[in-house]
């Protein structure tokens, strides 16, 4: 006879795989990206009167599935909730804390994945133009065209992180620190935003009125404004750091050379690229080039 596992409720297994996520320094984003998704699985789950982890079986899993698909979710999205009921199940079955891997047989819904988008030089232009008075999201939007930086690293950005023509990138969660090249209309931008940026203690380059720092959650909403007054659509913040590599690429640049300036952990995440656009020049350079 088979030994029945100990009662493990669910919101017990929730805090031990985020604990796990975070004792293996997962970036927070991926950690609360996994909770949000099992949390809507325990609503799910309470729903039908299932609180204990060890007591999930597959055909619950289904029908939430089944239950996502009837919301209206993307097969994208739903692909994503598997992962992250995958991960999480495989997890309770390597700790022993369930016998069986209820989320193994779960199969992802097939999807077409969109190639990045990049701004063309005319959409560049309109954002320009339309956030030409806004000298503090003129100033964001030069550096994340002309570094190509993750907006959390634009975000977690110190006035001492400013050098001549130098940007240095602090260490965030699993991305390692790095110095990157600071061109001329990036500095420009930068020191406009400076002349003007509020006096007070914080370190952070990048605050509000009131002293506070500019959250990633504001820059997102301040830059898909000017989006849509520059007409722009279905532009994504993330789509100027996918501009700035096809840029670079597509004027030769290195992919070894914006690898290394973009933060990419493999060279294969930065070539990945050319699969979407066209060399224009015949000869490779090592030297960054200006949008």
Do not use: C
């Not at 795989?17 to 909770?35: E, M, N, P, V, W």
Request: glycine share 2%.
């Amino acid at each position: 006879m088979t030994d029945l596992p100990q009662p493990v409720s669910f919101t017990a297994a929730l805090e031990k795989f985020l604990d796990h996520l975070r004792s293996q320094k997962r970036s927070s984003a991926t950690t609360i990206a996994y909770g949000s998704d099992l949390e809507q699985l325990q609503v799910h789950l309470d729903g039908h009167r299932i609180t204990q982890a060890t007591t999930i079986r597959t055909e619950h899993l289904e029908t939430y599935v089944s239950y996502l698909a009837s919301q209206n979710y993307t097969p994208k999205s739903i692909s994503r909730k598997i992962n992250s009921l995958k991960t999480f199940f495989k997890f309770l079955h390597n700790q022993q804390l369930v016998t069986q891997n209820p989320a193994h047989p779960l199969t992802h819904p097939k999807y077409e994945t969109l190639p990045p988008r990049f701004l063309s030089p005319a959409e560049i232009r309109a954002l320009r133009d339309a956030a030409r008075l806004d000298i503090r999201v003129s100033a964001i939007i030069e550096l994340l065209l002309q570094t190509g930086v993750r907006i959390s690293e634009l975000a977690n950005l110190h006035l001492e992180d400013i050098k001549k023509a130098e940007l240095h990138i602090q260490a965030l969660e699993n991305n390692p620190a790095r110095n990157i090249f600071l061109n001329r209309p990036a500095i420009s931008a930068v020191n406009n935003y400076l002349s003007l940026r509020p006096k007070v203690d914080d370190p952070h380059l990048f605050v509000t009125k009131t002293g506070r720092p500019l959250l990633i959650r504001n820059i997102r909403t301040s830059i898909d404004r000017y989006f849509k007054k520059a007409g722009l659509k279905d532009a994504k913040v993330n789509d100027l750091r996918h501009t700035f590599i096809a840029h670079q690429l597509k004027n030769g640049v290195q992919p070894e050379v914006i690898h290394k300036h973009v933060g990419h952990k493999r060279l294969s995440s930065t070539q990945k690229y050319l699969d979407h656009i066209t060399v224009d020049v015949t000869e490779t350079t090592s030297r960054l080039v200006e949008l």
